[in-house]
């Protein structure tokens, strides 16, 4: 008889809300008749945004997910026809589908080794190798920016910038200065609402223009220059339904709880395959004081391409679920239009050699961590 195969470790688990546990919600919801079109519970979940990030309901909005917001807060910023907005070239696709869609360049800048983040040092460098009329960087895998080092760049520059904040809700904050940031509430990031978003920003007015945005850029204020119903500007539909605002409260009143669990899984996957690779693997470290404090991927960067390849194939071969996150790198997507600029990207061209995403989700077992451990003790 043949040994039993074992289960695939799956790479991640969404860690969403029980039926029962949204039923209340959804009972609220069906009482008061409203399903979208900033009903009671998206005002709610926006007042409990608002309490944490310490700021006015005005300067926040929920939106369907990250990459509307996104486009819309670029959009709202009012940047000219052909604008040139920064990107790191190590990111999610969406953060380049945002900057075409809402008409401007994206110019692909090179991250930091450790951080793996695009850093002010980077951007001020790009700058002086070409024109940029507004920066976004990546909250890369949820790691926080120093929001204090952007505030001076953004005031030395005078460019805009805005922190595509996707997989960092619970780790980026406004860290007691200003700026703009971008939440995805996907499900499978650390606040899921199945899909959604959340765009925060002290600068003035933009939180109201992405508002309006969102709602196909009609006018809801008495006192415009156009009357209420009119356009004020070209929008989309980008808001957020009263069933994503159910989810999201759910998983917000039980967050910290969460996020705890899965700082500890990290820090325990951590050591173990310190251990398993004695000491060979590298980690993604803070770019500031300010820790990652809800991880939702685990990244290993390996000394070399061929041993990552290895790890990747003995994952495979072990039935373990591993993802070469953010690769092929957007330098290399030949979708995005021909006017990109490429600026040069040696540590990004480095992480898309080495790192691998292994399996990382709420209540993994035991034997799941022990199955990784061992595949990564024998690859070294
Ligand atoms: C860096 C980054 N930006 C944007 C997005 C898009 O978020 P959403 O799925 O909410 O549109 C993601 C999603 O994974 C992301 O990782």
Request: aromatic letters at 6%; charged letters at 15%; glycine letters at 6%.
């Amino acid at each position: 008889m043949s040994a039993a195969v074992p289960e695939w470790i799956p790479l991640l688990v969404p860690d969403m809300p029980s039926p029962e546990e949204l039923l209340p919600y959804l009972q609220r919801m069906h009482a008061a008749h409203q399903y979208s079109n900033f009903g009671p519970l998206v005002l709610e979940l926006e007042a409990a945004f608002a309490r944490r990030f310490a700021l006015p309901q005005s300067q926040l909005t929920t939106v369907a997910n990250a990459t509307l917001g996104l486009e819309l807060v670029l959009q709202a910023l009012g940047l000219p026809p052909g604008a040139r907005v920064l990107i790191p070239a190590f990111t999610f696709v969406a953060t380049a589908t945002a900057v075409v869609r809402a008409g401007a360049i994206p110019v692909l800048a090179d991250v930091d080794a450790h951080s793996w983040l695009l850093t002010p040092a980077i951007a001020r460098d790009a700058c002086q190798r070409t024109r940029i009329d507004a920066v976004l960087p990546v909250a890369a895998f949820g790691m926080p920016h120093d929001m204090a080092a952007w505030q001076q760049f953004e005031q030395g520059s005078g460019l805009p910038v805005v922190i595509d904040a996707a997989a960092a809700y619970g780790s980026q904050w406004l860290q007691g200065t200003g700026g703009t940031l971008v939440f995805s509430l996907h499900t499978t990031k650390s606040l899921p609402a199945g899909e959604g978003g959340l765009v925060v920003s002290t600068r003035p007015g933009l939180a109201e223009r992405v508002r309006q945005l969102s709602n196909f850029g009609i006018n809801l204020n008495p006192a415009a220059s156009v009357p209420p119903g009119a356009l004020a500007s070209v929008g989309s539909n980008a808001k957020m339904s009263e069933y994503h605002a159910a989810i999201g409260l759910v998983s917000l009143s039980k967050w910290e709880c969460g996020a705890q669990a899965r700082q500890a899984l990290e820090a325990d996957l951590i050591q173990i395959l310190n251990a398993a690779s004695g000491a060979r693997l590298r980690w993604q470290t803070p770019a500031c004081d300010a820790p990652l404090m809800a991880p939702t991927t685990l990244c290993a960067r390996l000394p070399d391409a061929a041993t990552r390849n290895a790890l990747e194939a003995a994952c495979a071969q072990a039935r373990l679920m591993t993802r070469r996150w953010y690769q092929p790198l957007l330098s290399q997507m030949q979708a995005l239009p021909g006017d990109t600029v490429r600026l040069p990207t040696p540590c990004a061209e480095d992480l898309a050699q080495t790192l691998l995403g292994l399996p990382f989700f709420a209540g993994m077992a035991q034997g799941q961590r022990e199955r990784v451990r061992a595949v990564v003790e024998a690859v070294f």
